[in-house]
C-alpha cells in the first residue's frame, strides 16, 4: 500500500469512526462549558482551607487529564495503525517483562509526586491549634443549629450563649472552628468555598475549621443522606467583617420586646399557644390576666413533641434570610439579588438590615405556616407520628386559621 | 460417539423370581426423581453449569431492565431543576434499589453466569465439583431477588440508600418494611454468592484438564478466581452487617445505637470492608473477558499474562485495604485519612498495569473491529476515565469537596458502566455464537455499541461537572437558584445527562432487538468464528451436555490456537501456519470419545431447600408461623437432599421398552 493510498484510507477510518472525534470534540465542549458562578463550586475557594485543597486537586486533574490524553491518543493510534488490513499474522509475543516494570514503575512515581502533598495537606487541614473562635452545629431532620458558646470569637466578645439556625455567621479572616455533632441520623456539613465536608455523626463531635475571606453568602447543603427531605436540607454561611459582627452578636443578644402593632400583638398570643410548645423566642414570658407580661419566660420543650428534641429558635428570625432548613428565602427575588450580588464593602450594612416588610416574601413563609409538610416533606402526620414513637419529625399541620396565620406572620416580622 | 450409559437391565426383585418392571413413582414414594433431559423440567431442576450458567445470565438481564427502569425514573425527574414528577419518598426508594438491583442482582450474577458457563470450559472439565450447590445458587439469587422486589408492592421498597447507613435506615427512621426486605433478600443472594464461590474455587483448583497448570489457564478463569476468593472474604462481613441490621430492625437489638453506647460508625466500617472488595468483585470478571476478547481479535496473545494476572490477584489483596477512602468525610481522623489515601493511590498501580497491557496486546496486532472488540477497546477508554476520577478520590482532601456530589455518580458509572458492563456486552457478542450456535447481528451490534458509548458519555459525562460544581447526590429536586449561570448551567447538563440516559437505553433496547433478531433469524454460527484461542472453542456450539467428548491434554496457554497454529521456520523467518481446521480438531474429539461418561443427574431439592428461605424471611416480617413453616421445609429439603445419591438411581429411569438397553446419545 503506498504512502497516498494509507493516508486516503486513513481519513476514510476517521471519517467512519465519527463517534471517535465527536466524542472527544463533546469532551472539549464539556471543558469549555461549565457554568458560571455557581454558587456550590468546588474549584472556587473563598477561604483559607478550601484554598488549600484547591491548590491540591488542581495539579491533580491536570495529571489525570494528560494521563487520559496519553491513553486516548495511544488506543487511537493503535486502532488506526494496526487495523486489519489483510497484513501477515502478527507474531505471538508474551510480552516484554523491561517494558512492563517501567511501565510500572512510572505510574507509581507519578502516585507518590500526588501522595506526598496530600498526606501534607490532610495534616495541616487538620490543624486546630490557631483557632480564633468556636462554633457548635447541630444537624437533624432537616435543618442545622449553631450556637455560639460563651467567649471572645476573633475578637468579639459573645457574653452569652447565641442559639440561631440556617446560617453561619462568621467574621471574617478569622480561625473559625465548628464543632459539629448531630441529634438523630448522620448529616453532614458542606460549604464547598470555606471547606471540604465532615459527617455530623450523633455520639461524636468532629471538628472543622473554616475561614472567610471576603464578606458574603457561601451557599452549603447535607450532603450525607439523611431521609425523606434530605434534598431540603441546606445551610449558607455569611462572613461579615469584624466590626459588624460585633453588631450581629449584640443584636443576637437582645431579648424580644413585646409587640407594639395590634395584629403582632395577637400574634404573640397565638404563638404561645400553637408555636412555642417547640420554638424557644428568647423574652417571650407568659402573660398575666390583665395582658401585662409575668416574669416567667415562655420556656419550649421540643424534646417532648419532635424526634430531634429540638427546633429552630425563632427569637431572631427575621436576621436570617432563609427558613425550613434554609430552602426557603425570607428576602423577595430583588432583595435576594441585591444582597448576594453587594460589594464586600456593602454586604455588612445590607445583611444587618435583616428582613425589612418591603423585602419581605410571604408567600413561602404563610404556605409553610398553612401546612409545613406540605411544602417539605416530613414524617409529621398523625399516623407517622404513631411510627415515629409519638414524636413528630419535622413540623407538623397545625391547622391554623388565615387570621392566625396574619397574626403569627405579623409577630415573626418584628423578631429581629 | 460418546454415550451417556443410562440402566440397560431392569433390577431384579429382592428374593428371586422374575424380574419385574419398576414403576417409576418408587424413589421417593409419590415423587419421581427428574432425570428428563429435554422441555421445562431439564432446566427447572437441571444442575448443569450451563443451563444454570444461561439461567443466571436471563434473570440478571431481565433485574438489568427493571434497574434500568428505575434509573430513567431518576433522569426523568432530575431533568429540570424543582421537578415535582417523583415524591421524595419514591425518589429515595428508587435510588435505593436502582443501586441495589444493578450490584446484586445485575452485575454479580451476570458475571456468576458467565463463570458458570465458561469455566468449565475453559479448564476442559464436564462439570462443576457441585452440580447440585449450583442450581441451589442460582435459586437462592432468583428467589431472593424477587423477594427484594415484592416489597414493591408490600409497604415501600428500602429507602436508606445501598450503603443503608445508621441510624437512618433503622425502624425508627425508616418505618416501612423496605430495609427488612433489603437485608433479608440481601442475606438471601449471599448465600448464592457464597456456595457459588466456593464450588467454582474447588472447581478451579481440582478439575482443570491434564497439563494445564495454573499459569495455563485462560485469564477470564484467573479473574473469576481471584473474585471468588474476594467473595469467600466479603460475602460474610456483609451478611454479619446484615444479620445485626436485621436484629436491630426487627428484634430491637442496639448494635448502632448512640444512645445505648454503640457506634453508628461501625456499621460503615462493615458496609465498606464489604463494599470495596466488592467493587473488584463487579468489575474483575469483565477484565477476564476483555483479557480474553483482545488477543483474539488482535491476533496476538495477552500481552504480560503474568503481570495481568499477578495484577488482578493484587488488586484483589489490596482491595482489603481502601474501604475507608468511602469514609473520608466521616471523621477519622488525619492519620487513618492518610494513611487510607495511600493505600487507595496503590490500587491504581495494578490497575494501571491491565491497561498498559490490554494496550500493548493491540500494538502490533491485525486489529478486528467486531461489536466484541469495540466494547473492549470501548472498556479501555472509559475504563481510563474512571479510573484516574478514581486516583483523584484518593487524594482525600479533594474528595472531601468531591464525596456525595455528582461527581462519584460519574467516577463509579464509569467504572461499572463503562468497565463491568461494557466487559459484559463484549462477552455477550464474544460468546453467543458458542453458547447458542447462532451469531448476533454485527450491524445491529454496532448500533448497539455506539448509542450505548454516546449514551453513556451524554449521561455520566456531564455529572463530572454536574459534582464538581456542586450538585450533591441522593436529591430528589435541585433548586433553580444552585444552578448557576451562563448557557451551560447546572440545569442544561441535567438535561443533557437525562437525554444521554434515553439514548443509552435505546442501545440496550438495540440489543434485545439483536437477540430476538437472533434467535428467529440468526445464521448459523460457525465452529470457530473468531478463530478464538481458549479450550471452549474445541467443543462444539452449543457445547455438549457433557462438554469434551475426550477430556483434552493441555500444553500450552492458548491451548486452542496451539492446536490450530504452528510456527514454520521459513527464509523470512518464523511463520505461523495454519495446520488444523477447527472442524478437524472436533472431528478428532468425536472420534476419540470416552466410553463411560457420567454426567450428575437433575434434583428437586436445590430449588425446594432455597424457596424456602424467602418463605422465612416473609414469615421474620409478617408472620412467626410462615417463618417456622419455612424452617420446616428447609429442614426436609436439606434432609432429602443429604440422602440423595448425585446421580439417579436405576429405578428413576422410565423402563426400558421391550428390555432392549436403554442408552442415550450423547451428541447434540
Not at chain 2, 460417539?1 to 443410562?6: D, F, G, P, V
Not at chain 2, 429515595?92 to 438491583?101: P, V
Not at chain 2, 463411560?596 to 428461605?613: D, K, N, Q, R, T
Request: charged share 15%.
Amino acid at each position: 500500500m503506498s504512502g497516498v493510498e494509507q493516508r486516503v484510507s486513513t481519513v476514510r477510518f476517521v471519517k467512519q469512526r465519527s463517534g471517535i472525534v465527536l466524542a472527544i470534540v463533546a469532551a472539549a465542549v464539556m471543558l469549555g462549558g461549565c457554568a458560571r458562578n455557581a454558587p456550590q463550586d468546588t474549584f472556587q475557594p473563598a477561604g483559607e482551607n478550601a484554598r488549600r485543597i484547591n491548590n491540591l486537586q488542581l495539579p491533580v486533574f491536570i495529571i489525570a487529564g494528560v494521563v487520559f490524553a496519553i491513553v486516548l491518543g495511544m488506543v487511537l493510534f493503535i486502532v488506526v495503525r494496526y487495523r486489519d488490513r489483510g497484513q501477515e499474522m502478527p507474531k505471538q509475543t508474551h510480552g516484554k517483562p523491561a517494558l512492563e516494570i517501567v511501565l510500572t514503575i512510572i505510574p507509581a512515581i507519578i502516585l507518590i509526586g500526588v501522595g506526598i502533598p496530600t498526606v501534607s495537606t490532610v495534616f495541616s487541614l487538620a490543624k486546630t491549634s490557631d483557632t480564633q473562635c468556636v462554633i457548635n452545629v447541630t444537624g437533624q431532620q432537616w435543618w442545622w443549629e449553631y450556637e455560639y458558646p460563651v467567649q471572645t470569637c476573633g475578637g468579639v466578645n459573645i457574653a452569652e450563649p447565641i442559639v440561631t439556625s440556617g446560617e453561619l455567621v462568621l467574621p471574617t479572616k478569622v480561625h473559625v472552628l465548628l464543632r459539629i455533632t448531630s441529634n438523630d441520623v448522620i448529616h453532614s456539613y458542606w460549604i464547598p468555598k470555606l471547606n471540604g465536608k465532615r459527617d455530623a455523626v450523633p455520639g461524636r463531635i468532629h471538628p472543622l475549621r473554616m475561614e472567610a475571606d471576603q464578606p458574603g453568602i457561601y451557599a452549603g447543603q447535607c450532603t450525607e443522606f439523611c431521609g425523606l427531605s434530605h434534598a431540603r436540607m441546606r445551610m449558607d454561611a455569611v462572613g461579615l467583617y469584624t466590626a459588624d459582627f460585633a453588631t450581629w452578636v449584640a443584636n443576637q443578644l437582645q431579648l424580644a420586646p413585646k409587640p407594639t402593632d395590634a395584629m403582632a400583638l395577637r400574634g404573640e398570643d397565638t404563638f404561645r399557644t400553637q408555636c412555642s410548645r417547640c420554638h424557644q423566642v428568647n423574652g417571650l414570658m407568659e402573660e398575666n390576666a390583665d395582658g401585662t407580661n409575668s416574669d416567667k419566660p415562655v420556656i419550649s420543650f421540643p424534646d417532648l413533641y419532635v424526634v430531634a428534641g429540638n427546633a429552630p429558635n425563632l427569637t431572631n428570625l427575621m436576621t436570617r434570610t432563609t427558613f425550613a432548613g434554609a430552602t426557603w428565602d425570607l428576602l423577595n427575588d430583588q432583595c435576594r439579588k441585591a444582597l448576594h450580588d453587594a460589594s464586600p464593602d456593602k454586604f455588612g450594612a445590607l445583611y444587618l438590615k435583616g428582613v425589612t416588610p418591603d423585602c419581605f416574601n410571604e408567600a413561602d413563609l404563610r404556605e409553610w405556616i398553612r401546612n409545613a409538610p406540605a411544602k417539605k416533606p416530613m414524617y409529621s402526620s398523625e399516623a407517622q407520628k404513631a411510627q415515629n414513637g409519638g414524636k413528630y419529625r419535622g413540623m407538623p399541620n397545625l391547622n391554623l386559621t388565615d387570621n392566625q396565620i396574619d397574626e403569627i406572620i405579623a409577630y415573626l416580622l418584628e423578631r429581629k | 460417539m460418546a454415550i451417556i450409559e443410562r440402566p440397560s437391565t431392569v433390577p431384579a426383585l429382592a428374593g428371586g423370581g422374575a424380574p419385574q418392571f419398576v414403576t417409576p413413582s418408587s424413589s421417593y414414594g409419590v415423587f419421581r426423581r427428574p432425570v428428563s433431559s429435554t422441555g421445562w423440567r431439564s432446566w427447572l431442576f437441571t444442575v448443569d453449569h450451563k443451563k444454570l450458567g444461561l439461567m443466571y445470565g436471563g434473570a440478571a438481564m431481565f433485574f438489568f431492565l427493571v434497574g434500568g427502569v428505575e434509573a430513567l425514573l431518576i433522569r426523568t425527574q432530575l431533568a429540570a431543576p424543582d421537578n415535582t414528577l417523583l415524591s421524595a419518598s419514591l425518589y429515595n426508594q428508587l435510588f435505593t434499589m436502582h443501586a441495589t438491583t444493578m450490584i446484586f442482582l445485575f452485575v454479580m450474577p451476570v458475571t456468576t453466569g458467565f463463570a458458570n458457563y465458561l469455566v468449565p470450559l475453559q479448564i476442559g472439565a464436564r462439570d462443576v465439583a457441585f452440580p447440585r450447590l449450583n442450581a441451589f445458587g442460582f435459586w437462592c439469587f432468583l428467589f431472593g431477588g424477587i423477594f427484594l422486589n415484592t416489597s414493591w408492592f408490600l409497604g415501600g421498597a428500602a429507602d436508606g440508600g445501598w450503603f443503608m447507613y445508621q441510624p437512618n435506615a433503622n425502624a425508627l427512621f425508616s418505618p416501612s418494611h423496605g430495609v427488612d426486605f433489603w437485608s433479608l433478600g440481601l442475606q438471601i443472594t449471599g448465600i448464592a454468592s457464597l456456595t457459588g464461590a466456593l464450588n467454582l474455587i474447588v472447581t478451579i483448583l481440582n478439575m482443570r484438564a491434564p497439563g494445564m497448570t495454573l499459569m495455563k489457564m485462560p485469564i477470564f478463569t484467573w479473574m473469576v478466581l481471584v473474585v471468588q476468593f474476594l467473595l469467600v472474604f466479603a460475602i460474610p462481613v456483609i451478611t454479619v452487617a446484615l444479620f445485626l441490621l436485621m436484629f436491630q430492625r426487627v428484634f430491637g437489638a442496639q448494635f448502632f445505637n448512640v444512645d445505648a453506647g454503640a457506634d453508628p460508625l461501625l456499621w460503615q466500617h462493615l458496609f465498606w470492608i464489604f463494599g470495596h472488595p466488592e467493587v473488584y468483585i463487579l468489575i474483575l470478571p469483565s477484565f477476564g473477558i476483555v483479557s480474553e476478547v483482545l488477543p483474539v481479535f488482535s491476533r496476538k496473545p495477552l500481552f504480560g499474562y503474568k503481570f495481568v494476572v499477578f495484577s488482578g490477584a493484587a488488586i484483589g489483596f489490596i482491595g482489603w485495604g481502601v474501604w475507608a477512602h468511602h469514609m473520608f468525610a466521616s471523621g477519622l481522623g488525619p492519620v487513618s485519612v492518610a494513611v487510607f489515601s495511600v493505600s487507595t493511590m496503590l490500587i491504581a498501580i495494578p490497575t494501571g498495569v491491565k491497561i498498559v497491557n490490554w494496550t500493548l496486546t493491540m500494538w502490533g496486532g491485525k486489529l478486528r473491529f467486531t461489536t466484541a472488540m469495540l466494547f473492549a477497546i470501548g472498556l479501555i477508554v472509559e475504563f481510563t476515565i474512571g479510573g484516574l476520577s478514581g486516583v483523584t478520590h484518593s487524594v482525600s482532601p479533594s474528595d472531601t469537596q468531591q464525596t456525595d456530589t455528582y461527581y462519584i455518580v460519574a467516577h463509579f458509572h464509569y467504572v461499572l458502566f463503562g468497565g463491568a458492563v461494557f466487559g459484559i456486552f463484549a462477552g455477550f457478542y464474544y460468546w453467543w455464537p458458542k453458547v447458542f450456535g447462532k451469531m448476533l447481528s454485527e450491524t445491529l451490534g454496532k448500533w448497539n455499541f455506539w448509542l450505548m458509548v454516546i449514551g453513556m458519555n451524554l449521561t455520566f459525562g456531564p455529572m463530572h461537572i454536574l459534582g464538581l460544581q456542586g450538585q450533591p447526590r441522593r436529591m430528589v429536586v435541585y433548586p433553580e437558584k444552585l444552578t448557576g449561570e451562563g448557557f451551560f448551567n447546572l440545569h442544561f447538563w441535567n438535561t443533557v445527562a437525562s437525554v444521554g440516559s434515553y439514548i443509552l437505553a435505546t442501545g440496550i433496547l438495540m440489543f434485545l432487538i439483536n437477540v430476538l433478531h437472533t434467535a428467529r433469524k440468526g445464521a448459523k454460527a460457525p465452529l470457530d468464528p473468531w478463530d478464538a484461542r481458549s479450550l471452549e472453542w474445541l467443543t462444539a456450539s452449543p457445547p455438549k451436555a457433557h462438554n469434551f467428548d475426550v477430556i483434552p491434554h493441555v500444553h500450552a496457554l492458548d491451548e486452542y490456537f496451539h492446536l490450530k497454529y504452528e510456527e514454520v521456520d521459513t527464509d523470512a523467518g518464523p511463520r505461523l501456519v495454519k495446520v488444523k481446521t477447527a472442524e478437524e480438531l472436533l472431528a478428532e474429539q468425536e472420534a476419540n470419545a470416552d466410553e463411560h461418561i457420567h454426567m450428575p443427574s437433575p434434583s428437586y431439592w436445590p430449588m425446594i431447600v432455597a424457596i424456602a428461605l424467602p418463605i422465612i424471611a416473609y414469615g421474620i416480617i409478617f408472620s412467626k408461623v410462615l417463618a417456622v413453616a419455612g424452617g420446616a421445609i428447609l429442614l426436609l429439603g436439606m434432609f432429602a437432599w443429604s440422602l440423595e445419591p448425585s446421580v439417579a438411581d436405576d429405578s428413576d429411569y422410565d423402563p426400558p421398552q421391550g428390555g432392549a438397553p436403554s442408552k442415550e446419545l450423547a451428541s447434540v
